[in-house]
Structure formats: structure tokens, C-alpha cells
């Protein structure tokens, strides 16, 4: 499975951006994608996941409400929608890949990584 993630930028307070995964390698039936973020001197946080073939999510509390998982199998790509962005949002978010159909939470089970893309929320 190779992840390319995409759609970092600056952005000021309140501001939204909409990262992308595009998706490839084999064919994905029971696979979960979930973004994940980094922020200097701490460590990498889960923040929303999916499954493929189901319609299951998941969210971190502190982005409930803001942020917005989704897929579109046509082009093979999982969504971050981010709206109402703050400072503490900055970070480096990654894609990430697990075979299965349970949400976990934990880096450690996600077997492919994408690259990193920046995000930076100014106040």
C-alpha cells in the first residue's frame, strides 16, 4: 500500500483546509486510513480515521465538530476536511494505512505511512 498525502498549507485562525490521501498499491477491501499529527516536541497523535468498505469513523474529542473524515473510492482517496482551525492544530499530519476493519488509535498498528504535510494555524 503506498499512501501520498497532500493540501498543507498556512492558514490563519478559523481558517479551513482540506487534506488529501490518494491511495494505492492493492485492491483495499477491509482496510482503515487514518490521519494522524505531529507537533514539534510531542508526540505523534491520532486524530480521525475510516474504514473503506464501511461506514465507520472515528475522531479525536479536541477535533469533533471541526474536522471531517471522508473517502472517495473512485479516486481512491480519504479526506481530511478541517474548518475552524486553531494554533494548536499546527503540526505535521500523516496518512496512515491498516489492514482490517478496526479504528485503532495507536501508530504502532498502522503498517504504511505516508509523507508528511505541513499545517500551520496562525493566531
Known amino acids: 500500500v503506498q499512501l501520498q498525502a497532500s493540501g498543507g498549507g498556512l492558514v490563519q485562525t478559523g481558517g479551513s483546509l482540506r487534506l488529501s490521501c490518494a491511495v494505492s498499491?492493492?485492491?483495499?477491501?477491509?482496510?482503515?486510513i487514518a490521519w494522524f499529527r505531529q507537533a514539534p516536541g510531542k508526540e505523534r497523535e491520532f486524530v480521525a480515521g475510516?474504514?473503506?468498505?464501511?461506514?465507520?469513523?472515528d475522531y479525536v474529542d479536541s477535533v469533533k465538530g471541526r474536522f471531517t473524515i471522508s473517502r472517495d473510492k473512485n479516486k481512491n482517496t480519504v479526506y481530511l476536511q478541517m474548518n475552524s482551525l486553531k494554533p494548536e492544530d499546527t503540526a505535521v499530519y500523516y496518512c496512515?494505512?491498516?489492514?482490517?476493519?478496526?479504528?485503532?488509535?495507536?501508530?504502532?498498528?498502522?503498517?504504511?505511512w505516508g509523507q508528511g504535510t505541513q499545517v500551520t494555524v496562525s493566531s
Open positions: 496512515a494505512a491498516d489492514l482490517g476493519n478496526a479504528i485503532s488509535r495507536r501508530n504502532v498498528v498502522y503498517n504504511y
Open positions: 475510516t474504514t473503506w468498505s464501511i461506514d465507520r469513523v
Open positions: 498499491g492493492r485492491t483495499f477491501v477491509r482496510i482503515v
